[in-house]
């Protein structure tokens, strides 16, 4: 197989690109609601239920201010029904190409140490840093 984003060659249990960082794995779409634009009709028609109770009031037209309240407290009442689903809802699962399941690979251990003589003493780089706190700077100005 290969990236669809940069053409390296992949392996079928990766989830990422090692080249690019491309996400592998496909999550899948098919939802049965959509959960997405729920909170925005209903805030949406929350103001419109209470322009139309404000106006059946200013106007007095009694039906047109009861609507707008109806209208107010079912759109809250769906606000409160969607955002309990939707936090209650199970989590989706990802689908992996090819296989069912991710396969965990054996990986080498850690705890490995260098032959004796290759991990001799390597200076780092403030070796010997504190020796030059004792000579006096030399600033050129």
Same mark, same amino acid.
């Given at each position: 197989?290969?990236c ?13 690109c090692?080249?690019?960082?491309? *996400? ?6 098919? +939802? ?5 634009? #729920?909170?925005?009709v %209903? =805030? $949406? ?9 404000v ?8 039906? *047109? ?6 209208? +107010? ?5 769906? #606000?409160?029904?969607? %955002? =309990? $689903? ?19 690979l ?36």
């Amino acid at each position: 197989m290969y990236c669809s984003n940069c053409a390296a060659e992949i392996s079928v249990d990766q989830q990422f690109c090692r080249s690019c960082g491309n *996400v592998l794995v496909q999550e899948n779409t098919d +939802s049965r609601f959509n959960f997405r634009y #729920l909170g925005l009709v %209903a =805030f $949406l028609a929350i103001f419109l239920g209470v322009i139309a109770a404000v106006s059946g009031k200013m106007f007095a037209v009694k039906w *047109v201010s009861l609507v707008g309240i109806f209208v +107010s407290l079912a759109s809250l009442f769906s #606000l409160m029904i969607g %955002a =309990f $689903l939707l936090a209650t809802r199970p989590q989706r699962r990802r689908s992996y190409p090819n296989s069912t399941e991710p396969q965990i690979l054996a990986a080498d251990k850690t705890s490995k140490l260098l032959p004796v003589g290759v991990n001799d003493f390597i200076p780092g780089v403030t070796e010997k840093t504190t020796d030059l706190l004792k000579e006096p700077a030399n600033i050129d100005r």
